[in-house]
């Protein structure tokens, strides 16, 4: 009789302990893995990256490697893209190209968040003349044309992959500085935060642990949106002759020295226009999935 009382008495789980929560990062992934243009574009994203890493394994000749008797051939079984009017196998040079693309982007995107980032934040965070100074250089940088600084940039320091990434760098941390320091002043005066001061948190404890967590969102999308944008300001500048210099292949240059054979090689163009196209474009589809999955209001759908 005790024990069949002292069962009945146990204390029995409730509904809501059964449920086991639903992390962010579980519910960001649900929504998407079930987004058929974002996985079909992260596949993508995954194999560029791949190129990117392993070219000189990929690629069958030399990015610079001039076979002169198979010079300006189409398509074929012994150059499946054919070669340039210098015999250079189109497919190798696209290769490299990939990793020509993705590497100034990532490295662009890189050096403008470490920039950005600190700026955004002590401009969010300091009050009083300090605060003014960091918003007028932020205001000053905001009104140059971003593009168009880059070309002054590269005009003045010369063409190459270090002076594109420094230049393209330039004009894309004033974003970075933007978003932080709007992530600065929304969260500043939030309850948690508030909390934390009044037990004596330092600046640098609030810092990692309120802030730069809350702001992590908004940077991963402004990543995200970023690259492509890049990829494409790159191509731009390497069109005009202004980025990445021969013999290192860019689509841009390629697409540039491919116009004035068009009619005649039109391979010469179409390759690299497709690479750029589709390398772009699938950065910007799985961008807005990752936007749309780290919306706050999508996280428990």
């Known amino acids: 009789m005790a024990s069949t009382a002292s069962a009945s008495n146990a204390p029995t789980p409730s509904v809501l302990s059964l449920v086991k ?4 990062f579980g519910a960001v992934w649900r929504r998407l893995k079930h987004n ?27 990015y610079d490697q ?29 290769i490299y190209a990939t990793r020509s693309s993705i590497l100034v982007a990532f490295a662009v995107q ?6 950005g980032v600190p700026f955004g934040f002590l401009a969010g965070l300091k009050r009083g003349l300090i605060e003014n100074a960091l918003n007028m250089v932020v205001m000053i940088f905001t009104a140059l044309p971003g593009f168009l600084f880059s070309l002054f940039l590269l005009t003045a320091f010369g063409a190459g992959i270090s002076q594109l990434i420094f230049a393209l760098a330039v004009t ?9 320091r709007a992530e600065v002043l929304r969260l500043r005066n939030r309850d948690f935060v508030i909390a934390s001061q009044a037990l004596g948190a330092d600046l640098w404890h609030i810092s990692v642990r309120h802030l730069l967590p809350n702001a992590l969102t908004a940077l991963i999308i402004a990543i995200a949106l970023g690259i492509p944008g890049t990829i494409y300001a790159e191509a731009g500048l390497s ?6 210099r021969d013999p290192i292949p860019s689509w841009g240059k390629m697409i540039s020295d491919g116009i004035p054979t068009l009619r005649l090689f039109w391979h010469l163009i179409v390759f690299p226009l ?25 996280i428990r759908r």
């Open 36 to 62: 058929k243009p974002a996985a079909v574009s992260a596949i993508i994203v995954i194999l560029l990256m791949l190129v990117a890493m392993f070219a000189p394994v990929l690629a069958p000749y030399g």
């Open 110 to 115: 890189l050096s403008a968040l470490l920039v």
């Open 66 to 94: 001039s076979i002169i008797q198979d010079a300006g051939q189409f398509p074929n079984a012994k150059h499946l893209l054919g070669t340039d009017l210098l015999g250079r196998d189109l497919l190798s040079r696209l």
């Open 172 to 180: 894309t941390w004033i974003g970075y500085a933007r978003i932080m």
């Open 239 to 244: 069109f005009l002759g202004l980025g990445i």
């Open 21 to 24: 929560p639903t992390s962010t």
């Open 274 to 298: 497709l690479s750029l196209s589709i390398t772009t474009l699938s950065f910007m589809f799985l961008a807005d999935a990752l936007r749309d999955a780290l919306d706050p209001s999508n």
